[in-house]
């Protein structure tokens, strides 16, 4: 059973954050939970001084200037509060990331929803920096969205279509109870997909040697079928909004090439690795799945 009380969401005002808060409106909805919208006003380290003020910015608060952040944080949240979910704003100051982690981290938040920020070239390939070190070094799950256009900013939040990627470790597999839950509380259709690498041969000695390459490659996608269906619950299964698919490639691409052909709303990925490695790309194919995806991308550890 999945359970989500607290969300936490970073705002900066832009339209990317305001669809983050969309879809952290929506899951509070489907969850009976309750929204915290934290705004951090961002410092820039400078070397052998500590934290400065961002040009523009007062370098010492006044009363005045937090009434007033505070005042258009909430008028930005209530434009898109819904009736029956709470919806807390929270100011801090700091360096952002740490700022929203360590909120997080008191709040014993349940999900955090942020956007991805940068809609093209360098900036889309790199992600907000804030976001990047969110990823790395957030406890709870992160959900991350991506720039749309401005007729689909106005559009409600539906997770009619999710794909979830299961390679089976501790970690997707739980990534896939998420994955079927949200698709229960959002009466959506879950694809959960299996991707296998596309060698031309798969060992270098083939353990029945009756077998061609081709027979063995079957053989190796009628077992991933059958452990993806061992997955899925049954009951979740005689619903007839599951469904399993084995494809070959590179992972990442394949994920997202197939929730661009199902025009999935959402894509549910386990991380593995909390190493230096880990932290550093918080998963390689998570990592590329986050940057490319044009819908939203849940990443559970």
């Not at 007062?58 to 930005?76: G, H, M, Q, V």
């Not at 279509?161 to 739980?174: G, R, W």
């Not at 998570?286 to 939203?296: G, I, L």
Request: net charge neutral; proline share 5%; glycine share 6%.
């Amino acid at each position: 059973m999945i359970e989500i009380r607290r969300i936490l969401c970073p705002i900066d005002f832009s339209e990317c954050s305001r669809r983050a808060l969309d879809h952290a409106v929506a899951i509070a909805r489907w969850y009976k939970a309750s929204v915290t919208a934290v705004h951090v006003d961002a410092a820039i380290e400078i070397a052998g001084y500590g934290p400065a003020p961002m040009l523009g910015v007062p370098a010492i608060w006044t009363i005045a200037d937090r009434s007033a952040l505070a005042a258009d944080l909430k008028r930005f949240v209530n434009a898109d509060a819904a009736s029956g979910v709470t919806v807390e704003t929270v100011l801090r100051e700091g360096a952002a990331a740490q700022e929203i982690l360590r909120h997080a981290t008191a709040l014993s938040a349940d999900l955090i929803t942020m956007g991805t920020h940068g809609a093209s070239g360098f900036e889309r390939l790199l992600l907000g920096s804030v976001t990047e070190k969110v990823l790395r070094k957030a406890a709870c799950p992160v959900l991350t969205v991506p720039p749309v256009s401005s007729a689909a900013s106005a559009a409600p939040v539906r997770f009619k279509q999710i794909v979830c990627a299961v390679d089976f470790s501790d970690c997707s597999l739980d990534a896939l109870k998420y994955a079927l839950s949200l698709a229960q509380e959002a009466d959506g259709r879950l694809t959960v997909v299996h991707v296998l690498a596309n060698h031309l041969v798969p060992d270098p000695v083939l353990p029945d040697h009756h077998l061609s390459v081709l027979a063995y490659q079957r053989r190796r996608e009628d077992e991933a079928l059958q452990r993806l269906d061992e997955a899925v619950p049954s009951t979740a299964a005689a619903r007839g909004r599951v469904e399993s698919t084995i494809v070959r490639g590179k992972p990442w691409r394949e994920i997202v090439r197939l929730a661009t052909a199902l025009q999935s709303e959402l894509i549910v990925l386990g991380v593995r690795g909390r190493g230096t490695a880990g932290l550093m790309f918080f998963g390689s194919t998570a990592n590329q799945v986050v940057r490319h995806a044009a819908c939203p991308v849940l990443t559970l550890r």
